[in-house]
């Protein structure tokens, strides 16, 4: 992987970095399709086999029949494509985490100001366990989810694992509660930081949209995600942005038809998009599963991220957000003496080693992935501990 030859890289929740037979394989795919096409009968098939094989790999990860995946450009267009066609009605109430990504809040802020409906906010930033006691985490969260759910609410967004403080929500145990619901309210869940990460088919089945990117933890290109989207979605959502991708039959579209969309979930997918980006990703996939199964690669994923959390435990002046080691690859870390966190990121970047800082909570964020080496992790931790007595820092 180029991007790991000349730095110690922490930021595979930010983008992984693309490995060098998954850029092959989209330079041959865009040759291919320049051979063939770019706009001829001969390039169809080729496109259409891309797209399948593509969906169904997709479909096989998340658990899920492939009528059931879309293909979109990245996590937030995924959550938000099918959310704005959702039959919500005046008054109807939104509950969201408090840790959701800004793109996907403000979505929904504006989807609440233009329909009318209310927004609650669902507090997880302070369930910070890490990976002890997961069954306690999963009570908290279920009693608060139980508390702040109303009569009137219809939609719940949450995310897999949240990006600021790596705690994993567990989304089967989420959806079955919201089952016993009167109103049923849809699930959404942001995927972003668990796709490539961590297993999710239990958790993405049981979703009603479950949006994801090949571009963070799957070592896939950036511009390439999909949606698994439950079948109730299918039927009770209205595409909202709509191109010739989502209709079923381009050629009558002059005809009025109450229903012009594709059933499945093409009916959300818009226009023309990057087909070589699908072989990369599919490579990716294929390097991530030589690694392991989705459990050992975690397994091995804990044992990194326990080692650099136990380490930062030993910087006096540095404290871990979770309380025990993170339950994935995300390990955040706060440094209350830093004046700033960009200017740690900075002081770090100089040194090739890169992490990254977030907003809220306050705070510096370092991935560790099977890529991760345990040597980088010591470099990582020396260069915190330094900062811990720069006096440019203190
Ligand atoms: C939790 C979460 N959601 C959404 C996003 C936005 O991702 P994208 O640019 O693929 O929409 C990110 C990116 O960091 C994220 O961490």
Known sequence: M?????????????????PTPSLKAITNSWQKIQELGPFTNDVWPYIANEIEATRKQLAKMCGVPKSRICLTENVTSGCILPLLGLPFSQGDRLLISDCEHPGVVSACQELARRQKLEIDILPVKQLRKGAIDKKNTELDLLKNLKCYLQEKTRLVVLSHILWNTGQ??????????????PQKP????????????IPIQGDACNADIYAFTGHKWAYGPEGLGGIAISERVLKESKPTVIGWRSLKNEGHIQKLSADPFHLDSRRFEIA??????????????????????DTDRLQRIEQLSAQLWEQLQDIKGVNTILEGPPPAG?????????????????????????????????????????????????????????????????
């Open 2 to 18: 180029p991007a790991l030859q000349n730095k110690k890289y922490f930021n595979y929740g930010g983008q992984g970095p693309l």
């Open 168 to 181: 994993i929500i567990p989304i089967a145990a989420v959806a079955e509660t919201l089952v016993t619901h």
């Open 186 to 197: 849809y699930l959404l869940v942001d995927a972003a930081q668990s796709f490539g990460q």
């Open 272 to 293: 023309t998009s990057c087909i070589p980006l699908l072989a990369g990703l599919r490579c990716s996939l294929d390097l991530l599963e030589g690694e392991g199964s």
């Open 330 to 394: 995300l390990v955040s870390f706060s440094i209350p003496q830093t004046k700033s966190t960009k200017g740690v990121v900075k002081m770090l970047g100089e040194q090739r080693l890169w992490i990254r800082d977030l907003e809220d909570p306050v705070c510096l964020r370092a991935c560790v992935h099977v890529t991760s080496k345990a040597n980088e992790i010591t470099a990582l931790v020396g260069a915190i501990k330094k900062i811990d007595i720069d006096e440019n820092f203190s």
